[in-house]
């Protein structure tokens, strides 16, 4: 019967339906051809076709345990979108880590910009202007421009042990076992070395057994949407 009904519809409908019919078609061969490539890796299937599977899974908050199914499903490589690929192989990702590797970063670092006009080290995908940019950070990763480092760490290790013993410290003898909040804890020590060794004083986690200006509630805010935009395109 062919295209020739569209002569009967007003110009308006009849373009809107060529588009429709265009864009259909040019949206079923990307998708086929996206699918083809990798087609021979395993994995869910509707992840071979579009991104929309693995944005759903990375905006829920609980990617890491579908990859972990995923891992014992399928084995150590596993197809979680059109041109995405998971392993778990060590040596893999050794090889991938490398210095000089072959293996360069893809787009899904655009989606971690703190500064939307601005590339942080880690985003910056060219590897002639990463190492440029490593060059000129070297110093400050060296310590040797902040006094007194290893005194700053070692002021806030003891000051996790006093968390420790003034908290959670058990009491076998009395019958008094109390549980360490593991994560936590160790987050708090991670920011307060940052801020002592960046800013001079550090942000006091430790001493309060808490994240006293919201810093990692801010960050389990922001991560679903900073995950869906690096792993949807």
């Not at 998971?86 to 293996?103: P, W």
């Not at 601005?118 to 060296?142: G, I, W």
Request: contains cysteine; aromatic residues 12%.
């Amino acid at each position: 019967m062919g295209l020739s009904y569209l002569s009967d519809l007003p110009t308006s409908s009849g373009i809107a339906i060529a588009a429709f019919c265009l864009l259909s078609s040019w949206w079923f061969s990307t998708t086929l051809l996206a699918w083809y490539h990798l087609r021979h890796v395993p994995g869910p299937w509707f992840a071979g076709l579009s991104y929309i599977w693995n944005g759903w899974i990375a905006y829920s908050g609980k990617q890491h345990h579908v990859f972990v199914a995923l891992d014992d499903k399928y084995g150590s490589l596993v197809r979680i979108g059109p041109e995405v690929l998971l392993t778990s192989d060590v040596e893999l990702v050794k090889r991938m880590s490398a210095t000089k590797s072959s293996y360069g970063k893809s787009s899904w670092v655009d989606g971690v910009h703190f500064n939307p006009y601005h590339e942080t080290m880690f985003a910056v995908r060219d590897p002639r202007q990463h190492d440029r940019a490593k060059a000129r950070l070297a110093p400050a990763y060296s310590g040797r421009d902040t006094p007194n480092l290893e005194g700053a760490v070692d002021q806030q290790v003891n000051n996790l042990i006093t968390l420790i013993r003034r908290r959670y410290l058990s009491e076998p003898a009395s019958g008094i076992f109390r549980t360490l909040p593991l994560l936590n804890v160790l987050s708090y020590f991670t920011l307060d070395v940052i801020s002592k060794v960046a800013l001079g004083a550090e942000f006091g986690c430790c001493a309060s057994d808490s994240d006293p200006y919201r810093f990692y509630e801010g960050l389990d805010e922001h991560m679903p949407l900073m995950a869906l935009t690096s792993d949807v395109p």
